[in-house]
């Protein structure tokens, strides 16, 4: 099957720093690609929603301004935690589907392995 | 809000057959099912997607009745390596519609 990227796996940082992780997918153009966010013990809860080329669509309770997303091919879109805290720290994973070219013939949802943030 | 209902937690031993139900009561008609394992640290990973009646891959069965309002994963012979959580999902295939997750199901596997 397609799959998706990140980098980096892992990263340990100050509070106050920004971080950026990467998404890519490595065998398929990804018209759409999506963050999500998990505590430990908890759930992925959906973060925003990235089209190539325009401004991601955030879902309600996450600040733009805190985690900037770009997407700047159909294989690459980055996650910025800005000014991060310790309360930001968890598992970042992205996921990505395909248009017509991509996928399996149910435009299959593909995920990353995650991205384990630490913020001291 | 998540679409699904599964139950919490199961245990199994190995070489048994584990069933997962899922109810979705407000499934769309363009959804589809779609089940997710999850091991700690890692991305989810695709196991099974269906519409309507029975599909059957190479790891697992996926059971829809006629009315599509519930579905159960059906893993054969399950061994220790099947611990993890899954996913039960319903959504559109359209590209720029993201899945929803609810809480899964963690299942353990015990020799």
């Known amino acids: ?120 | 809000l998540a679409k699904t209902t599964q139950p919490i937690s199961m245990d199994s031993y190995e070489g048994q057959e584990v069933n997962i139900t899922c109810s979705h009561n407000n499934i769309a008609t363009n959804d589809y099912i779609t089940w997710y394992q999850q091991f700690p640290s890692q991305g989810p990973r695709f196991i099974i997607q269906g519409y309507k009646t029975k599909v059957t891959n190479e790891v697992a069965s996926l059971f829809i009745p006629a009315d599509r309002k519930s579905s159960t994963l059906s893993l054969p012979r399950v061994s220790l390596s099947d611990t993890a959580v899954y996913y039960c999902l319903v959504g559109d295939n359209q590209a720029g519609t993201a899945l929803i997750f609810g809480k899964g199901t963690t299942l353990s596997v015990s020799s």
Not at chain 1, 8 to 14: D, E, N, T
Not at chain 1, 18 to 26: A, T
Not at chain 1, 71 to 79: I, M
Request: net charge positive; proline share 3%.
């Open chain 1, 1 to 120: 099957g397609a799959v998706v990227s990140q980098h980096p796996s892992r990263v340990i940082c100050k509070s106050g720093t920004s971080v950026k992780i990467e998404c890519r997918s490595l065998d398929f153009q990804a018209t759409t690609m999506f963050w999500y966010r998990q505590f430990p013990k908890q759930s992925l809860m959906l973060m925003a929603t990235s089209n190539e080329g325009s401004k991601a669509t955030y879902e309600q309770g996450v600040e733009k301004d805190k985690f900037l997303i770009n997407h700047a091919s159909l294989t690459l879109s980055t996650l910025t935690v800005t000014s991060a805290h310790p309360e930001d720290s968890s598992f970042y994973i992205c996921s990505a589907r395909g248009g017509l070219a991509g996928g399996n013939s149910y435009n299959e949802q593909f995920f990353g392995p995650g991205t384990r943030l630490t913020v001291l």
